[in-house]
């Protein structure tokens, strides 16, 4: 089956290291911020508008990733609720018969931080993914700035 695809946005932001020709036809919808589905509650939801400010600057979230944004939100929020059910109740619990096991709240764990993971990098929210992406910074000017400084015959 191969890799899984890089979507052309993030190839651009990462400077198109393999020098590979991108897709110029590729689907492009609009860059824009979606509607937080009624769902996601609580800490999922709080994790939603941490990072939709921040996908939405870099180019990289538009009404079609709502989807996989709120799966990556979901699985935040059981991994932060099932982290809380650890630091109150430990790593194992003790059966009825007496036997201590480990908390299922483990497997949840794992599960989420599994998940969070794959959303994440498609979204290039991890150290890995990110650190291929290259972000032009340079603020915008002015346009006033630009016809004065233009009018004054001065140069940048």
Not at 15 to 32: D, F, I, M, Q
Not at 35 to 56: D, K, M
Not at 57 to 81: F, I, K, N, Q, S
Request: charged residues 25%; aromatic residues 8%; proline residues 8%.
């Amino acid at each position: 089956m191969g890799r899984t695809p890089k979507p052309t946005a993030l190839k651009k932001l990462q400077g198109n290291p393999g020098k590979r020709p991108l897709n110029n036809a590729e689907p492009a919808p609009r860059v824009e911020i979606p509607s937080c589905p009624r769902h996601i509650t609580g800490l999922a939801r709080r994790e939603w508008r941490r990072l939709t400010h921040e996908l939405y600057t870099l180019g990289l979230l538009t009404m079609v990733d709502r989807a996989a944004l709120a799966a990556y939100c979901a699985a935040y929020g059981r991994w932060a609720e099932a982290e809380k059910q650890i630091t109150k109740g430990g790593m194992t619990i003790t059966t009825p018969n007496g036997f201590e096991v480990q908390s299922p709240y483990i497997g949840i764990i794992n599960r989420s931080v599994e998940q969070m993971g794959k959303f994440a990098a498609q979204f290039g929210m991890t150290p890995a993914s990110r650190s291929h992406i290259k972000v032009d910074n340079k603020p915008e000017e002015d346009p006033f700035e630009a016809f004065v400084r233009q009018q004054l015959g001065d140069k940048k």
